[in-house]
């Protein structure tokens, strides 16, 4: 079981980001995937969580800002972050149902 | 949202000593299908979180059976029974009963 994670960088306040999760090793349609987020020095801060059939909860923090989805096909989940803030800098990480696998995360530095 | 209150926030210990970490949910955990969403996961520094217990007392494979959980409805313990210098890091309890999912604050594990 392998997730990966990419997309992060350094973006301005009110800019736009699509993190990428990539996965291996499972039947990624068959399970349910979660983006969950660290600011630095912090403690986990879960973000939004999809499941097989694409159902989505979101954290009220990032409620009309991020959007969560999945591309069976290509085994990938997605992360796309608009309107950000400061208080988004985290680094962000895929865990994938009940968090039995994570990804090494990707870190979203959003400043001017 | 259920808040999940983790106890103690740092807990120092020597190799071999057992200790246990609380944590306290603002709800009660039991999901209407009889199953309780508690999981604990650690954080080694540095590293991306792993997953020890799922569904209050279950060990996740791979993991020593030094570590137990328990517990149920809103008052969760992790054990660990004869700690290791591995086993340093953050402990974190989240829970998937009630959407949103929540986090713990953390317990961070020391050398004493």
């Known amino acids: 079981v392998q997730l990966v994670e990419s997309g992060g960088g350094l973006v301005q306040p009110g800019k736009s980001l699509k993190l990428s999760c990539s996965a291996s090793?499972?039947?990624?349609?068959?399970?349910?995937m979660h983006w969950i987020r660290q600011a630095p020095g912090k403690g986990l801060d879960w973000v939004a969580y999809?499941?097989?059939?694409?159902?989505?909860v979101y954290a009220d923090a990032v409620k009309g800002r991020f959007t969560i989805s999945r591309d069976n096909a290509k085994n990938t989940l997605y992360l796309q972050l608009n309107s950000l803030k400061s208080e988004d800098t985290a680094i962000y990480y895929c865990?994938?149902?009940?968090?039995?696998?994570w990804g090494q995360g990707t870190l979203v530095t959003v400043s001017s | 949202d259920v808040v999940l209150t983790q106890t103690p926030p740092t807990l120092s210990a020597t190799i071999g000593q057992s200790v246990s970490i609380s944590c306290r949910s603002s709800?009660?955990?039991?999901?209407?299908?009889?199953?309780?969403?508690l999981h604990w996961l650690l954080q080694r520094p540095g590293q991306s979180p792993q997953l020890l217990i799922y569904?209050?007392?279950r060990l996740e494979s791979g993991v020593p059976n030094r570590f137990s959980g328990s517990g149920s409805g809103t008052d969760f313990t992790l054990k660990i029974s004869g700690v290791e210098a591995e086993d340093l890091g953050v402990y974190y309890c989240?829970?998937?009963?009630?959407?949103?999912?929540?986090f713990g604050g953390g317990t961070k594990l020391e050398l004493k």
């Open positions: 569904l209050v007392s």
């Open positions: 989240v829970q998937g009963t009630h959407a949103p999912r929540t």
């Open positions: 709800q009660s955990l039991l999901h209407s299908n009889g199953n309780t969403y």
């Open positions: 090793g499972f039947t990624f349609s068959s399970y349910g």
């Open positions: 999809i499941s097989s059939s694409s159902g989505t």
């Open positions: 865990a994938r149902n009940n968090y039995g696998a």
